[in-house]
T-cell receptor
Framework: DVKVTQSSRYLVKRTGEKVFLECVQDMDHENMFWYRQDPGLGLRLIYFSYDVKMKEKGDIPEGYSVSREKKERFSLILESASTNQTSMYLC???????????FGDGTRLSIL | DQQVKQNSPSLSVQEGRISILNCDYTNSMFDYFLWYKKYPAEGPTFLISISSIKDKNEDGRFTVFLNKSAKHLSLHIVPSQPGDSAVYFCAASAGDTNAGKSTFGDGTTLTVKP
C-alpha cells in the first residue's frame, strides 16, 4: 500500500521565518504534488514535480518554492512566511501515466 | 475562473437512501474525471474515476455518470451508509498536462444519518 508521509501534522511559525514542509513517498512514484486546502476553496495546486530536480508551477506558486533532490522526497519551502499562508498543506504522489493521486494526511500550518 | 465546480457545499441523506453528488466543469480539454473522499484529519483517498470515452463507471455502491455535452458529472452512492459521511472532491484532468495534474472542486460534505 502506498504511503505518503508528511513530516509534521501541526506546525506553528512566525511571520518572516523560512519554513520547510517535507513529504516522502515509499512507492517509487514519479509525480509529486503540493496543495493547500482552505475552507470554501477546495484543493489548490502550488507546485508539482514529474521527475527528480524537475518542478513546475501550479495555480498558486507565489511565495513558495520546492525542492526535489531525490525521487521519494518533495519539499515545500515558504521563503518568508506570511499570515496568509496559514493553511492545511497536502502532499500527494502518483505513478507516471496514472491520473489518481495518493495523499498524505496533511500539515496544518499556522503563521503568527 | 473556477474550472471545476461543486455547487452544493453540503448534502444530508438518510441511511439506505441514494446520495447524489454533482460536479460541473468548464474546460473542454478535460478528459478524465475522479472522485476523492476525505475524512477529517486524513488526506483525500481516491474513490472512483471515469474516462471521457465512457458515460458510466460502477464500483460496488459507487457509480459515476458523465454527461460530456452538459459538462456535468455525478457520483451516486447506493445505498448510503453512515461511514460514507465525508467530504467528497471532484477532480478533472487533461491528457496533455504533465504528470497527471488534476484540478479540484471545492468539495461537498455528505452526512448520512442513521
Amino acid at each position: 500500500d502506498v504511503k505518503v508521509t508528511q513530516s509534521s501534522r501541526y506546525l506553528v511559525k512566525r511571520t518572516g521565518e523560512k519554513v520547510f514542509l517535507e513529504c516522502v513517498q515509499d512507492m517509487d512514484h514519479e509525480n509529486m504534488f503540493w496543495y493547500r486546502q482552505d475552507p470554501g476553496l477546495g484543493l489548490r495546486l502550488i507546485y508539482f514535480s514529474y521527475d527528480v530536480k524537475m518542478k513546475e508551477k501550479g495555480d498558486i506558486p507565489e511565495g513558495y518554492s520546492v525542492s526535489r533532490e531525490k525521487k521519494e522526497r518533495f519539499s515545500l519551502i515558504l521563503e518568508s512566511a506570511s499570515t496568509n499562508q496559514t493553511s492545511m498543506y497536502l502532499c500527494a504522489s502518483s505513478l507516471a501515466g496514472l491520473r489518481s493521486q495518493h495523499f498524505g494526511d496533511g500539515t496544518r500550518l499556522s503563521i503568527l | 475562473d473556477q474550472q471545476v465546480k461543486q455547487n452544493s457545499p453540503s448534502l444530508s441523506v438518510q441511511e439506505g437512501r441514494i446520495s447524489i453528488l454533482n460536479c460541473d466543469y468548464t474546460n473542454s480539454m478535460f478528459d478524465y474525471f475522479l472522485w476523492y473522499k476525505k475524512y477529517p484529519a486524513e488526506g483525500p483517498t481516491f474513490l472512483i474515476s471515469i474516462s471521457s470515452i465512457k458515460d458510466k463507471n460502477e464500483d460496488g455502491r459507487f457509480t459515476v455518470f458523465l454527461n460530456k455535452s452538459a459538462k456535468h458529472l455525478s457520483l451516486h452512492i447506493v445505498p448510503s451508509q453512515p461511514g460514507d459521511s465525508a467530504v467528497y472532491f471532484c477532480a478533472a484532468s487533461a491528457g496533455d498536462t504533465n504528470a497527471g495534474k488534476s484540478t479540484f472542486g471545492d468539495g461537498t460534505t455528505l452526512t448520512v444519518k442513521p
